[in-house]
Structure formats: structure tokens, C-alpha cells
């Protein structure tokens, strides 16, 4: 039986299918290094915590089930994720093709590289896909990694159309599902080779834990990720593991909130005289709006805008109370910052021009906080 997301991670312990003999309710934490040979008699056999271990193994098996994929890696943290993904498929000297709009930390991550591998980082705006398409056909490009939404920008990016130019050029095919989450969208069944994400953001959705996992939908790039995770200590330890894993029960109900909330925010604020323009992928008015409501079944809880002016941008981070001054996103809690000056510090103001993204602009991620409050909260500076 195919059943729904919701109901799979309602019963998490049984999904994650992990031997137990007690019937727990919720996944059990053997928080161990090793694990004693002579004593195991099962078909899976486990023997050191790097490797391989139950708690994060019921984990990485309920990923794989909902991504549908046929493996996955849970790391010690999202960009840990993307580490695992590079040393898994990239060698000396490859060329790598990624969207413009990239997560700062991948994008700092993506400039070590290039020093230490030789690698070559070619970029693109993925709404343009002739211009991928051309850059796929002049380079031999081994992987493509992006995100939909992009972040800050939230463009939406075809995902099953890049699916198809990976496959024409044999390049491998990654998605960082971190912002609109599995509940989302399936980038493995859009056509991807992998979906990594952070579950620091909404599948923990608490702020009090930091990790990640990469899934692979390719049986034969499953062996060298497992491998690749052990050889280069990706994976997460057993505590973290628990941590994450108490989120996951209520990811579908706090999804449609943050969603909810979000896009009566959005709407607030696009009616609002003093600002200038608002991004959030609900939007009618957003660009790719149609793409968007075939490709998601959530539009997750980011919203962009630019304010007019620089100072009311600054005075409205300063001046709010529930909206924290805090980098990251997807948490009970709201937040709000100017992207360029904390999670985007890595990039150039010239870089962020190129995504649309200025110093008057600002990035909301909308908690579970009552949305009254929330408005009440914006207006008494906007207003003032
Ligand atoms: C946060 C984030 C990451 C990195 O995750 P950490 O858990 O902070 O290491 C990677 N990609 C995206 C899109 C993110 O938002």
C-alpha cells in the first residue's frame, strides 16, 4: 500500500524498520561507539557508530521512503550534506554547474573547492534553461546542483526540465529540497540523482538541532555514498539523530501552518504602500506561480521583500519583537534579517544584484506565532 506522508511519519519507529523487540514508540536511541560482533546474529550486523548504527539508520530509512529513493546518508549537518554529495561524485579538475541563487554556505563551500580540487563552478539562472542547456552542451559537466525555491531570490526552477538535461548530457543531477521540504516536492521522482536537505530547518522545525541527510534515488551510486559517508565521517551521531527525529511526526501540520501564515503575510504585504515588491511562490503575482503549484504541494513559510529604503529595512529587523534578527529558517519561532548581511555574507553586493537582491531587502521566515500578532508586529514600523 502506498500510503500518505503524514501516516508514515505518524508510526516513525515501525517505518525506520529497525529491529526491536519491545515495540517502542518512538525510534530507540543507542547511543554506543561499537557494537559487539559475537553477539549479533541478525542479517544486519552493525560494528562501529561511523559506519552504521540503528538510531540513525531507522532515520535514513524513513528519508529514503518518503523521497523515494533507494538509500540515504543523514550527515552531522545540512552543508555537511552537500560535502558528502561533492566527495561522493566529484574529482580533480570537474566542472560543476550551479544556479546563481545559491545557499551562502554551499556557495563559501563551492570557493574552497575550486582552490583545493581544481574544481570549475560554472553558474546559471535556471529560469533561463536555454542558457543551461548551451552551458551543458560547450563544458562536460559532472554535476548540477540547485535549489527550488532559491534562496533568497525564491525562484522556482523546472525541476523535471533539468531532470531531462542531466540525463541528455550524462551529468548527475542534485536537488537541496532544504527549503520546500519533502512534504513539498520530490525531486528523486522529478528525475534527480540525489535530494539532500537540511534538517536543521523545518524537518526538526524546532531551532535546537543541526543536521542533514542525503538521499539517493541511483542504486548505482549507492554503494560509493555509503562508502564515501564512512571514509569521510559525514554521518550524524545517535543523539542528533533523536533530536531531528522528534519534528518529523508534526512536519505535515506545521507545514500547512507556516504556509498559511505566510501567505496572508505576503498578501499584507504587497498591499502595502511602503513595499516595493514581495517574492513568496503563493503569490499570484509571483513569476513562476503556475510552475510553482504543479511542482509543490506547499509553499513553505520564506517571503523576500524590498522595502523602500535602506533605513526602513534596517529599522524594521531592529524595530519588530517577534521576529527574531536570526539567520536560518523554518522554526516555530519567526525571524527576519537582510540577507547580504548575514546568511548571503559570503557573496559580493555585486552577486546579490544579480539575484534581484539589494540592501533594502529583506527575508522573512514566518513561524507559528499567531499571524494577527505577526501583522500587528510588521505594521506597528511599517506604520509608523
Ligand atoms: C541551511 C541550509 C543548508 C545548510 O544546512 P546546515 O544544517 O546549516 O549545515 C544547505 N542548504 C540550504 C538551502 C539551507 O537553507
Known amino acids: 500500500m502506498n500510503r500518505s506522508v503524514e501516516t508514515i511519519l505518524a508510526h516513525l519507529a515501525e517505518e525506520g524498520g529497525v529491529f526491536d523487540p519491545f515495540g517502542a514508540t518512538h525510534m530507540p536511541i543507542y547511543q554506543t561507539a561499537t557494537f559487539d560482533l559475537k553477539k549479533q546474529s541478525g542479517e544486519k550486523i552493525y560494528d562501529y557508530t561511523r559506519s552504521d548504527n540503528p538510531t540513525r539508520e531507522s532515520l535514513e530509512n524513513v528519508f529514503t521512503t518518503v523521497c523515494g529513493g533507494v538509500g540515504t546518508v543523514c550527515t552531522h549537518t545540512g ?70 525555491p532559491t534562496n533568497p531570490g525564491l525562484k522556482i526552477i523546472d525541476l523535471k526540465a533539468v531532470a531531462e538535461l542531466a540525463r541528455e ?112 511562490p503563493g503569490l ?13 504541494k506547499n509553499f513553505a513559510g520564506v517571503i523576500t521583500a524590498d522595502l523602500e529604503s535602506v533605513e526602513l529595512a534596517e529599522r524594521l529587523v531592529a524595530q519588530c519583537h517577534l521576529f527574531g534578527e536570526k539567520c536560518s529558517f523554518g522554526t516555530a519561532d519567526s525571524r527576519i534579517e537582510i540577507p547580504g548581511k548575514i546568511s548571503h555574507a559570503s557573496f559580493s553586493a555585486e552577486e546579490l544584484a544579480a539575484i534581484g537582491i539589494s540592501s533594502s531587502t529583506v527575508r522573512l521566515s514566518i513561524g507559528l506565532e499567531h499571524v494577527d500578532d505577526l501583522i500587528a508586529d510588521l505594521a506597528e514600523v511599517l506604520n509608523g
Not at 100 to 109: A, E, K, L
Not at 134 to 141: D, T, V
Request: charged share 20%.
Open 284 to 296: 499570484q503575482s509571483h513569476p513562476q506561480h503556475a510552475l510553482a503549484k504543479t511542482q509543490m
Open 79 to 148: 552543508l555537511g550534506a552537500v560535502a558528502l554529495l561533492f566527495e561522493t561524485v566529484l574529482k580533480a579538475g570537474d566542472h560543476i554547474l550551479v544556479e546563481n541563487d545559491t545557499y551562502g554556505g554551499t556557495f563559501r563551500m563551492l570557493k574552497v573547492y575550486r582552490e583545493r580540487m581544481n574544481i570549475t563552478v560554472h553558474f546559471a539562472d535556471f529560469c533561463d534553461l536555454i542558457s543551461v542547456e548551451s552551458l551543458l552542451k560547450k563544458h562536460s559537466i559532472r554535476l548540477i546542483l540547485i535549489e527550488s
Open 169 to 280: 548530457s550524462n551529468t548527475i543531477f542534485a536537488v537541496d529540497n532544504s527549503l520546500a521540504t519533502f512534504y513539498s516536492q520530490k525531486p528523486i521522482e522529478l528525475g534527480a540523482h540525489f535530494e539532500l536537505f537540511s534538517t536543521t530547518k523545518y524537518i526538526s522545525g524546532h531551532g535546537s538541532v543541526i543536521g542533514g541527510a542525503l538521499v539517493t534515488g541511483d542504486e548505482s551510486l549507492l554503494a560509493k555514498l555509503r562508502y564515501t559517508a564512512n571514509a569521510e565521517a559525514r554521518s550524524q551521531n545517535p543523539l542528533d539523530v533523536h533530536a531531528v527525529s522528534l519534528g518529523l511526526p508534526t512536519l505535515p501540520l506545521r507545514m500547512k501552518a507556516h504556509q498559511e501564515s505566510a501567505l496572508k503575510i505576503a498578501e499584507w504585504l504587497e498591499n502595502h504602500p511602503r513595499v516595493t515588491r514581495v517574492v513568496y
